[in-house]
């Protein structure tokens, strides 16, 4: 039994008082691998963006708006726990300004400037110490070599590779890789049952 | 009785193959309109961006995802309407250059470069002919002054002006205002008694 934390969902990264940058993450993966998690006798701690999925109950959910937001809650919450599974899908750009009130129209063309927001698995992976960390990779080619890029650069143990098809959808197909490159898991169908399907390779080579 | 369009929801405007522009419009006020002119005996096609609410089911849904979309649809179901609402919260800036693939992250500030969208209920109100058109305003400040500016602008009948606020809450504060300025409706409370309040308005005033 470990005390999991998984981020879940999208975050926004608002432009003014109305509009934000966002993408469709619905939660579902988030909410499949807490349901496994906790079925397999674990404790878990969701961080969440906004979304409309209803996470198990035995699950805590701590809600959050921003990638700031998601990377504090994350942060705090990753002290007291074994691993992490990063399945949020964080809005990774900012605007430089925040308007405070609505962006009026003008007519002319808006420049917006915007900066990479932290990215919460690579800052939590760079102080894991102890403990093991789980991210996804969302990408539209390459994706077992960007996966890998991925894991290493983010100090995952394993890196879950999945296509942009996956957002938003009720099934995926998914594929679990080492830091060695090795294929560990291949899981395709209904997000739940994919969910359970990671969550046995994580409790076979992370948790034991 | 009449047929009435109602359009409803935010619409998206994707930037890359994942993220996208977008506001919290939740649909709830477009589903109350839709079921109060449903139960004063109207006709009711909702054109509606992508929302988890669920539309009365004795309402047509054409399900739309970007805001060229929701002024194509809308333009082609209001020829055979008596009038539009328009409660949807349109995207209004779109990417000049929309990535086909995922931007991938470079660490270097990413520089969008956005033009406004076509105004779904200015186009309608343009060529409204014998119809009539009821617009929505949402405004940080100077709200009334404002609506009467998007009212004259969008060729509306009438325009409902309500605050930021409103936006994803359950609950609404809503002044109706004619073209003379004046104040011919004032509601407060859970949206669908609000939309209730509206659409009153708009059979004494618009249906007859």
Redesign the interface.
């Known amino acids: 039994m470990a005390k999991i934390l998984i981020t879940s969902g999208p975050t926004r990264q608002y432009?003014d008082?109305?509009?934000?940058?966002?993408?469709?993450s619905s939660g579902r993966m988030g909410r499949g691998l807490a349901a496994a998690a906790l079925a397999a006798g674990n404790e878990v701690v969701i961080v969440s963006g906004?979304v409309?999925v209803e996470y198990p109950a035995g699950a805590r959910v701590v809600w959050v708006v921003s990638t700031e937001e998601m990377l504090a809650v994350a942060t705090a919450e990753f002290e007291a726990c074994d691993g992490l599974i990063g399945a949020a899908?964080p809005?990774?750009?900012r605007p430089?300004h925040v308007e405070p009130?609505?962006i009026a129209?003008t007519?002319e063309?808006?420049?917006?400037?915007?900066?990479?927001t932290d990215?919460v698995v690579a800052t939590l992976g760079a102080k894991k110490q102890g403990r093991w960390v789980v991210g996804f990779a969302?990408?539209?080619?390459d994706h077992r070599l960007r996966a890998l890029a991925k894991l290493e650069r983010k100090h995952c143990d394993l890196m879950v590779s999945n296509g942009?098809e996956a957002?938003n959808a009720e099934t995926n197909t998914v594929e679990v890789l080492t830091g060695a490159g090795q294929v560990v898991g291949r899981f395709t169908g209904p997000k739940d049952e994919v969910a359970q399907g990671i969550l046995g390779v994580i409790h076979d080579r992370l948790i034991g």
């Open positions: 432009i008082a109305v509009r934000y940058l966002t993408n469709a906004p409309e899908a809005c990774d750009y430089v009130g609505k129209k007519g063309p808006l420049q917006l400037n915007l900066v990479e990215d969302l990408e539209t080619e942009v957002m």
